[in-house]
């Protein structure tokens, strides 16, 4: 989510690394990062194999956000409620606690732009998929695109089906 929107960091003082807050320039093999250790074991495994063969061509997969506690998702929302005027508008950039894939540990905002286009292009080879046509840098695993390519991508969460509940 373009971080433009998003009022100074200063209103996430209260959150920590352990609430999922990612300090700059972690990446996808940091261990000693909650955001990254508390991802899916799978999608972490997939992440790091993907970093690796993307670091062949000298790009580097930075973690953005990771695992979030629902503390800091429910912030985000509220953030996000506040920069768009209506809790319609926010839902297209973020989930509630309950649905949000990030939560459960389900999915990576991967960072730099070049790391996001590499997996966009490679993603699919190790069941990657950007999901969200206007969140560029979110990918989760889908298992099912490997050998082939990833599904369709939703226009933005608020035509994912997994956000209506």
């Known amino acids: 989510m373009p971080k433009s929107w998003f009022r100074p960091k200063s209103s996430l003082s209260s ?4 609430d999922g807050v990612v300090p700059d320039g972690v990446t996808v093999f940091d261990d000693e990062v909650p955001a990254v250790v508390n991802l899916d074991p799978d999608l972490l ?4 194999r993907a970093a690796t063969a993307a670091a062949d061509d000298g790009v580097e997969f930075y973690v953005n956000s990771g695992w979030r506690s629902p503390r800091y ?23 509630t606690a309950a649905t949000s894939p990030h939560v459960s540990g389900d999915a990576a905002d991967i960072g730099h732009s070049d790391a996001a286009k590499w997996l966009s292009g490679h993603g699919a ?5 950007q999901i969200y046509r206007n969140e560029p840098w979110h990918f989760e695993l889908r298992t099912r695109a490997i050998g082939r390519r990833c599904p369709p991508m939703y226009a933005n969460p608020t035509q994912d089906p997994r956000m209506q509940q």
Do not use: K
């Open 45 to 48: 495994d997939a992440l790091r």
């Open 15 to 18: 959150l920590s690394s352990a």
């Open 73 to 95: 998702q429910n912030q985000l929302l509220r953030e996000a409620v506040f920069a768009h005027g209506s809790q319609d508008e926010a839902a297209r950039w973020v989930a």
């Open 125 to 129: 080879h190790y069941g990657l998929c």
